[in-house]
């Protein structure tokens, strides 16, 4: 059996995919693991989209900078975080908790309140910096399942966020673009990177101790 650490040793970010088909079962686990990532105040404020479209897989390829790997890949993700904290959007999150929980929505409780009213005086620009924050926990809980799967993935920040929320119509959903993560297999033969060592900081370095 595969351990997490293996896992993580064996994923590198892939830079050529040979275009296989990764199965919709294992894409399913890796978009799970994203929905159960763990959010500040459990708002999950993003979204994922999943392109495999390969017409819009090409249209969005020049706005990443033509990187190979979004139209070799079998199914690219997006990951999309909320515009603004709005008072609707965290009582829905709440309104659906309780729904879940078999618990009355009734008025507003205290933590409730106090959230509100904290984020809602916030710029949009300061809530979507927090909510893209939280949705870089779900992309990295998504790249671990991948890895977890034998499944290669490429985080990549390299695009023009407006354009690609423009041709993705993200305005409207109320959502902003923060990251893409193309799923696929790596071609040994065209990846320059697949056979290099990896490299991290020494341990002794990379954590500091107090005790």
Do not use: C
């Amino acid at each position: 059996m595969t351990t997490f650490s293996n896992a993580l040793n064996w994923r590198y970010a892939t830079k050529k995919m040979n275009g296989e088909k990764v199965s919709q079962d294992k894409v399913d686990q890796i978009l799970e693991a994203a929905h159960l990532a763990p959010t500040s105040s459990g708002l999950q404020p993003f979204r994922v989209i999943v392109v495999t479209n390969p017409a819009l897989k090409a249209q969005i390829q020049p706005i990443a900078f033509g990187q190979a790997q979004i139209v070799d890949s079998s199914h690219l993700l997006i990951f999309a975080a909320w515009d603004n904290y709005t008072e609707e959007r965290i009582r829905g999150v709440f309104s659906h908790a309780n729904q879940e929980r078999g618990l009355p929505d009734e008025t507003p409780g205290d933590y409730e309140v106090m959230l509100t009213s904290t984020y809602t005086v916030r710029t949009p620009e300061e809530n979507f910096q927090h909510a893209a924050r939280q949705a870089y926990i779900g992309f990295g809980m998504a790249i671990a399942q991948a890895a977890l799967l034998e499944v290669d993935a490429t985080p990549m920040e390299g695009f023009n966020g407006p354009e690609l929320d423009k041709l993705l119509g993200l305005e409207s959903k109320g959502l902003r673009s923060v990251t893409l993560l193309p799923l696929g297999y790596r071609d040994p033969e065209g990846d320059w990177l697949v056979k290099l060592k990896k490299v991290r900081t020494p341990m002794e370095d990379f954590v500091i101790h107090f005790s």
